[in-house]
């Protein structure tokens, strides 16, 4: 069974720019969540999605966003990159959004 | 705002050598989770606690739960170098939104 796929899992980008980072689930994981990994704050949480639906969110600026698809696959955008944006961005899929997550191996964002 | 607090942060251990991890949060809940992450890579989940008193083991760590104080401990048997890596744990109240610790990075030495 194929685990929970993250691309690109490197990218530079430059301040302003915007970038999005793509997640594909585990088969039949309904659930998609998003987290920030910096060596300052730690493991953040971002948002979560489920049947396309955002249900929860974290406390960062309107810059991130997401979104999930029908096949419940999930993007996420940072518009006007700062340096501080700077992180490791982990997805992890749940079947229900309750209970244990499975992280793929995250987007490293470098902002320059 | 849940807080979840980790000690020791940091740990060098021998090989041969028990320790543990502690695991302190704020507020209630009934769900704890510990990961792993090796340097660069994603998070690998070892345990799923659900219940107060609720015990699991797997080879050389044993990880238990107690809400009633908040507490959840990861406890090392036997350190062998191929344990060396940060360890999470996390609680979540809401879905999926998981609250984690600082970390704990663990070096085993030979």
């Known amino acids: 069974k194929a685990g929970v796929t993250q691309t690109p899992r490197y990218l530079i980008k430059t301040r302003g720019q915007q970038v999005t980072l793509s997640c594909s689930p585990i088969?039949?994981?309904?659930?998609v969540s998003w987290y920030q990994q910096t060596p300052g704050q730690g493991l953040q949480f971002l948002f979560e999605?489920?049947?396309?639906?955002?249900?929860n969110k974290g406390n960062f600026p309107g810059r991130f966003s997401g979104r999930q698809f029908s096949n419940s696959r999930s993007e996420m955008n940072v518009s006007t990159l700062e340096l501080g944006d700077s992180a490791l961005y982990l997805c992890?899929?749940?079947?229900?959004?309750?209970?244990?997550?499975?992280f793929g191996e995250g987007s490293r964002l470098t902002v320059l | 705002e849940l807080k979840v607090e980790q000690n020791p942060l940091f740990l060098s251990m021998q090989e041969g050598k028990n320790y543990t991890i502690y695991c302190n949060y704020s507020?209630?809940?009934?769900?704890l989770y510990w990961y792993r992450q090796d340097p660069g890579k994603s998070l690998e989940s070892l345990f799923v606690?659900?219940?107060?008193?609720a015990v699991k083991q797997e080879g050389r760590l044993m990880a238990s739960l107690d809400t009633k104080a908040r507490l959840s401990t990861l406890h090392i048997t036997a350190a062998v170098h191929d344990l060396s890596a940060t360890y999470f744990c996390?609680?979540?109240?809401?879905?999926?939104?998981?609250?984690f610790g600082t970390g704990t990075s663990l070096t085993v030495i030979p």
């Open positions: 606690l659900l219940s107060n008193g």
């Open positions: 996390a609680v979540d109240i809401t879905l999926s939104q998981f609250y």
């Open positions: 999605y489920f049947s396309e639906t955002q249900r």
């Open positions: 088969s039949g994981h309904r659930s």
């Open positions: 507020t209630t809940s009934d769900r």
């Open positions: 992890a899929s749940s079947f229900s959004g309750a209970g244990e997550l499975f």
